[in-house]
């Protein structure tokens, strides 16, 4: 019997490794399949759960994306729970696949599996394993590939939902758990999203529960800063540039941080490229690129903890920031989002304007740092990290408790 894991992404590798390891740790087989297009190979935490004899990595092909292969892999490998990303659940036609309409769906999805194995294998992959553990009755959980830490509805298109009322997830209620790690984005999905209370559960983040926290600082290798003894290490954050950010503000702030003699400069794209390309930065003018630092393939970890600032709006990277001691500059004037880092006091040094920003990040070459106190620290973990429980709790303990009772373990 095994749990068995979908990796699409590196993100999913990130978010999903600390349950893998914490059921492995417990002695349970786990099993991963990882997607066509995606290369594990060299990543720091699979190679730790390689280390472990009751782990398995699939890597399948064609046949492997669609629904029948799902089946064929779900039943060798006796599974007892699918885990997957976030992302859409199963059509309602699946609710009763002994009805006409049923049996339609069902035949229309092994169909369309064939179809999209060739055309889209990361998203079939996922659909695939979805519908043959819905055939054997095997409850499938919906996992956090990463946390949001903001408030508001992320882009443009969201918001006219939201205020329309038109925004419809219902098919996550089909999800024998559709799993968030903070309350309010359970709220999101409850009170806009037409979510179902008891599917929609706040379990905390796996991600930066600090006891995983600080075994994959340990694990991952280090990054040396290249060069430029005596400068302020900043790490500029590329924008998810659909989620309400002004691409003019956000070039004018890196062209005025650029431009700083104090300043050694580094620029990261985001882990998913469609989402974070820099483009509007290498189209502006007068950036002198032979000064900067392109670590968009660096370990986000181990950038950070190689870096002295690191500038960054609307992404849950800030947290690894706060908790390796390293200073977030929140330029909140680039985005009309509000996060966490806005609302709690202390975690972030919260920019008005470019002039504030630019301000700081002098001040912090005279050796006037800012320092994210315990307090904040404590509240910005509470909200991010614990959910919003009482805390500290073992969160990868709670991960895997909820697990097991799910797939009938009630150990």
């Known amino acids: 019997m095994t749990y068995l894991f979908v990796f699409r992404a590196a993100p999913d590798v990130d978010h999903f490794t600390p349950l893998i390891w914490k059921l492995l740790e417990q002695g349970e087989q786990v099993d991963a399949v990882v997607t066509p297009g995606f290369d594990p190979d060299g990543d720091h935490r699979v190679d730790l759960l390689r280390g472990y004899p009751r782990f398995r990595l699939h890597r399948i092909g064609y046949l492997g994306s669609t629904v029948p292969g799902a ?21 309602d036609g699946f609710d009763n696949l002994r ?7 069902l035949l229309g999805s092994v169909a369309r599996s064939f179809q999209r194995a060739r055309s889209d294998p990361r998203a079939q992959v996922r659909m695939s394993h979805m519908v043959a553990a819905r055939v054997l009755g095997i409850p499938t959980v919906c996992l956090p590939h990463g946390l949001s830490v903001k408030l508001d509805p992320p ?6 939902l939201v205020a329309d009322g038109a925004l419809d997830w219902r098919d996550r209620n089909r999800f024998a758990a559709y799993v968030v790690n903070t309350e309010h984005h359970r709220r999101i999905h409850l009170d806009h999203a037409r979510g ?7 379990w905390g983040s796996l991600r930066w529960d600090p006891g995983w926290f600080e075994r994959n600082r340990k694990l991952v290798p280090p990054y040396a800063w290249p060069g430029e003894p005596g400068k302020v290490k900043v790490v500029f954050m590329v924008p998810k540039w659909r989620n309400r950010v002004d691409p003019d503000a956000t070039v004018d702030l890196f062209k005025r941080i650029h431009a700083l003699d104090s300043v050694s400069l ?3 794209g985001h882990p998913r490229p469609g989402e974070g390309a820099a483009d509007p930065l290498r189209s502006a003018e007068g950036v002198d690129w032979g000064r900067i630092h392109d670590v968009t393939k660096v370990n986000s970890v181990a950038l950070i903890a190689a870096s002295d600032v690191v500038v960054d709006v609307g992404s849950s990277i800030g947290i690894e920031v ?4 390293k200073v977030l500059l929140n330029p909140e004037f680039i985005h009309d989002v509000r996060t966490l880092f806005d609302t709690v006091d202390g975690a972030a040094v919260v920019a008005s304007s470019p002039d504030e920003a630019i301000a700081y990040l002098e001040g912090h070459a005279r050796g006037e740092r800012h320092v994210a106190g315990q307090a904040a ?7 991010a990290v614990y959910g919003g429980r009482e805390e500290p709790y073992d969160v990868l303990e709670l991960y895997a408790e909820r697990v097991r009772a799910l797939a009938g373990d009630r150990r």
């Open 377 to 383: 620290r404590a509240e910005l973990l509470r909200h």
């Open 155 to 160: 882009t443009e298109e969201a918001v006219r």
């Open 71 to 91: 089946l064929r892999l779900l039943r060798r490998r006796r599974a007892r729970l699918l885990a997957v990303e976030w992302g859409p659940g199963l059509r």
């Open 266 to 268: 580094a620029v990261m």
């Open 99 to 105: 009805s006409p309409r049923g049996l339609a769906t």
């Open 196 to 202: 179902n209370p008891e599917v929609m559960q706040t």
């Open 322 to 325: 706060v908790m390796q001691g």
